[in-house]
């Protein structure tokens, strides 16, 4: 199990830079395609359950069973799912509940991740978005990470001209997600 694991993760990192270089060259496009949040987001937490398991974590997932259509590149939305719920296994305290929401507020879903980890410093919250950058406990608590999650998530979130959540206290957790209008990723696709 941890070997499979381990190799999820290492597909999600070579995809996670591919990614990059797409942006860097300019050739970084959605596939847009009809698609059910709610259960794009249950599958990924699905995924990530042994992983919570082993760390003596739990998800609490809050969803409607469905959710209206949405085009949008699902592989690179559930990306950023797995991104916003791996990191909240990573930066929570053990035995510690990670609460992930998916909801529809009027025309938009919203998806959201909390957590009780540590948080991010107030003087790091400006940079956290940009690439290669980790806060200087994030970096103390999981020295392998690459600092391309974030970056590539809001990224992904912005072309499909969403908005990045955010909200965090240090040493008390943080909450990230994103908002998707239904009405403007149908008529943009």
């Known amino acids: 199990n941890e070997a499979f694991m381990s190799s999820e993760r290492m597909v999600r990192l070579i995809s996670d830079f591919l990614n990059v270089s797409r942006l860097q060259t300019g050739k970084f496009t959605l596939d847009r395609h009809p698609t059910d949040l709610a259960k794009a987001v249950r599958e990924e937490i699905e995924a990530l359950q042994p992983n919570a398991e082993g760390r003596k974590l739990k998800f609490k997932v809050t969803a409607p069973k469905t959710t209206p259509l949405v085009k949008v590149d699902e592989g690179k939305i559930r990306q950023v799912v797995m991104n916003f719920a791996d990191n909240a296994l990573y930066y929570s305290p053990e035995v510690s509940t990670i ?79 994103f908002r998707l209008s239904i009405t403007e990723s149908n008529k943009n696709a």
């Not at 107030?122 to 980790?134: M, N, S, V």
């Not at 391309?148 to 040493?171: C, N």
């Open 99 to 177: 609460y992930v929401d998916l909801k529809k507020e009027g025309d938009d879903l919203v998806f959201k991740v909390k957590d009780s980890g540590i948080g991010v410093p107030d003087g790091e919250k400006t940079k956290l978005f940009q690439k290669f950058f980790r806060a200087e406990n994030a970096r103390r608590q999981r020295p392998d990470g690459t600092g391309i999650g974030l970056f590539l998530a809001k990224k992904v979130i912005d072309a499909h001209k969403g908005h990045v959540i955010f909200e965090s206290k240090e040493k008390k957790g943080s909450t990230f997600g």
